[in-house]
């Protein structure tokens, strides 16, 4: 059975996104692989083994093309208004705070996105159903 062990995204600037993500999800390095002309920093947290690779091609200066088949990375929190209230906080500036109930029926969940410096937007989820 295959294991996820990390996502990949391209960055403009090393030291601005490393701050994001610790500030934002407490993900810090977990290795830095510097070559030629691309650094590979890994971020994690103790919350499990799954990583954020962050690519940064040496000499780029105009951001990314996101295009439109990027959606988004999801997470899980045990408490969604602490951390978004955190979020505000921090000034990671994240959207509003939704209670999802298709059809009008029992909220499915709760959750807000939040960009990261380079526009990949995430997911913060409450902890709860099949979002654990």
């Known amino acids: 059975m295959a294991r996820a062990i990390h996502m990949m ?12 993500y610790r500030r934002a999800f407490g993900l810090t390095v977990a290795d830095r692989l510097d070559f030629e002309s691309f650094t590979l920093v890994y971020l994690s947290n103790p919350e499990n083994d799954f990583e954020v690779e962050l690519t ?4 780029r200066t105009e951001p990314y093309d996101l295009g439109n088949g990027y959606g988004h990375l999801a997470v899980s929190v045990a408490d969604v208004d602490a951390e978004h209230a955190r979020f505000e906080r ?4 994240p959207r509003k705070l939704v209670s999802f109930a298709p059809d009008g029926g029992e909220p499915i969940a709760r959750f807000f996105f939040v960009a990261d410096p380079d526009g990949y937007q995430i997911e913060v989820l ?7």
Do not use: M, P, T, W
């Not at 921090?90 to 500036?93: D, F, H, I, P």
């Open 126 to 132: 409450q902890r709860a159903g099949r979002y654990h």
């Open 90 to 93: 921090e000034g990671l500036n």
């Open 56 to 59: 940064i091609n040496k000499g």
């Open 9 to 20: 995204i391209r960055v403009l600037d090393e030291e601005r996104s490393v701050d994001f």
